[in-house]
């Protein structure tokens, strides 16, 4: 596929975006269905109420310019993809933003803003996008697809359970869509993210190795919907992207880094940041605090960054950058330098947590 179709697709998107975002801010702000502070004024850093339901614009500029390519120019199907692939990434996308809208608007529990995410990946498995093998550099890859059940036969296709690569994908979904959830604490941040990361996973889809357009016609479909989006949400937002929207860009980056050939080890360098910070703060809640998981508060890495005295932009840009960073060592590192990098990441985000800690610590006695 010619550069220039990737460049058009991205443009396009991103001014599709950008123009969705403003009809959905304006339905927002009409039917009042916004953020506003003084219901968590703990937790809550802005000051005034901002429309919700930005991610309605992600998923409509996606569903567009999947139906667009693949009706009037059939660049996405041929290849790796299937049409049922694609249908699972909609339908499944369909089913986050309807979450999303009830928890906008009413406020869900967590124990029922759950059962939304649980079903989207569920459709994502029901679709054939699974994990066949888990590449190993000390060894042999570790096949996940050795238990398989055939259910039923639909057009020539066999559909049925694999049952470690079923259970991988359904954790691996979960654990990205709640990353990107609990990532949502500052404007820009969670979009920026899951913009860069799609960018890396577009390179890493065209890298000889994994040889994937249709997938690389994807992921930078996704960025510039991202991309279009930003233009919004970067601080001071105009517009937030409301519970189906931090959780469709984990939703979305997970089903991409498993079709473009289950490069997890990069998805976990490009989200590594985050997702270390979700585990910590897990562990924190449970074995520390004994309180439940879902309880918010403002001890994530993006509010600590401002406790230590970084501003808003800068806090959201440094991150940004250091996503980027480990985002690009993933597509250069190959085998155990990949595995290496992944624990270097580990051992940057513990001395990051220990400099913002002293940083706070330090503005603290100054006040005093």
């Avoid at 040889?211 to 960025?223: D, G, H, R, V, W």
């Amino acid at each position: 596929m010619a550069v220039s179709n990737y460049i058009i697709a991205f443009i396009v998107s991103l001014c599709l975006a950008f123009i969705i975002t403003q009809v959905i801010r304006r339905l927002a702000n009409k039917h009042q269905i916004v953020d506003r502070p003084e219901t968590d004024p703990s937790r809550k850093i802005h000051t005034q109420p901002i429309p919700l339901m930005g991610g309605l614009s992600l998923f409509i500029t996606i569903a567009v310019m999947i139906g667009t390519f693949c009706v009037i120019q059939n660049r996405l199907l041929g290849g790796y993809l299937l049409p049922k692939h694609l249908v699972g990434v909609l339908v499944g996308g369909l089913i986050i933003m309807f979450g999303g809208y009830l928890d906008d608007r009413y406020r869900l529990s967590p124990g029922k803003q759950i059962i939304f995410p649980i079903l989207a990946s569920l459709v994502i498995i029901a679709s054939g996008i699974g994990v066949q093998y888990i590449s190993n550099p000390f060894g042999r890859a570790i096949q996940l697809d050795s238990i398989r059940l055939v259910l039923f036969t639909w057009h020539g296709l066999p559909y049925g359970i694999t049952l470690f690569s079923d259970l991988f994908a359904f954790v691996w979904l979960m654990g990205m869509m709640y990353t990107t959830k609990f990532l949502d604490g500052l404007d820009g941040l969670s979009t920026g993210i899951g913009t860069i990361g799609a960018v890396i996973i577009f390179f890493l889809s065209l890298a000889k190795t994994v040889a994937q357009p249709e997938t690389a016609l994807l992921s930078i479909i996704f960025a510039g919907a991202g991309a279009g989006f930003l233009l919004h949400n970067f601080h001071p937002a105009k517009i937030f992207l409301g519970e189906g929207g931090s959780v469709f860009i984990g939703f979305f980056l997970g089903v991409l880094s498993i079709i473009s050939g289950a490069k997890i080890a990069t998805a976990l360098l490009i989200m590594g940041i985050p997702i270390l910070d979700a585990l910590w703060v897990i562990l924190r809640r449970v074995f520390w605090e004994h309180r439940p998981i879902a309880s918010g508060d403002k001890k994530h890495l993006h509010f600590r960054l401002l406790d230590a005295g970084l501003s808003h932009r800068q806090a959201v840009v440094f991150l940004y950058v250091m996503t980027a960073g480990f985002g690009m060592a993933g597509l250069y590192f190959q085998g155990r330098t990949k595995i290496y990098t992944l624990l270097a990441l580990a051992v940057f985000m513990i001395i990051l947590a220990g400099v913002v800690v002293f940083m706070y610590r330090r503005k603290v006695r100054q006040h005093v």
